[in-house]
C-alpha cells in the first residue's frame, strides 16, 4: 500500500468532515484562541473520525475501494492456478484483493470458505465471499459480493475475470454459502 496515498485519502476525508477550511500555511498565536487553529481543528476532526457514528462510514468507502480495486481487474485473463494480474483462477483473484486490503485468506476457495464468519445470503454485504459448487463435490469456486445481486470473480467458463448475477441462472443454483472476512 502506498502510505503517501493513504494520507493523502485521510486528510481529505478529515477536511470533507470539518466545517472550516484548514489551512497550514495561516498560524494563528498562540496566546488568541481560536476554533481555526490547525492543531485544533485536525485534533476535532481525528476525534470525530473515532468516533463509533462515522466508523460506518468509513468501513462503506472501504469496502466500495475494494469492490473497485477488484473491478480494476476485469477481463484479466482465467489462469488456472494464477495468482497475479497475468492471470489468476478464482481463488488466486479474492486472495490478490483482499490481500491488497490487509487481509489474510487461505488459498484455495474449499479452504477460504472457512475463513471469517458465516453470512447467510440475504445478509450479503459489499466485500463478502461468495461460495460455489460448480462440479457437484463441495465447494470448487469462489467470488467477491459487489451488491445488487452481484459478485466479481474470476471465471473459468468466462475465461477471464468478470461479474455475474447470485439471483438467476447458473451461480444461483449453485451457490453455497457466504463468508464475511474484511473487518467491521
Known sequence: MNVNLIFQQKLQEIQSR??????????????????N???TVFNEAIRQLDSPNVEGLTQVK???DLVDFAKSYMNVPY??????PKGFDCSGFTKYVM????????????????????????????GDLVFFDTKGDGISH????????????????????????LEEGFYADTYVTGRRVLPQ
Not at 447467510?120 to 459489499?126: E, G, I, Q, T, Y
Open 142 to 165: 469462489v467470488g467477491i459480493y459487489i451488491g445488487n445481486g452481484e459478485f466479481i470473480h474470476a471465471s473459468s467458463a468466462a475465461k477471464k475475470v468478470t461479474i455475474s448475477s
Open 62 to 64: 472501504t469496502q466500495r
Open 18 to 35: 470539518v466545517p472550516v477550511n484548514i489551512m497550514k500555511n495561516e498560524p494563528t498565536p498562540l496566546d488568541e484562541p481560536s476554533s
Open 79 to 84: 489462469v488456472w492456478g494464477g495468482t497475479t
Open 99 to 126: 490481500n491488497a486490503y490487509g487481509v489474510d485468506i487461505r488459498r484455495v476457495s474449499q479452504d477460504q470458505a472457512k475463513d471469517g464468519i458465516y453470512v447467510p445470503k440475504n445478509h450479503l454485504s459489499v
Open 37 to 39: 487553529n490547525f492543531h
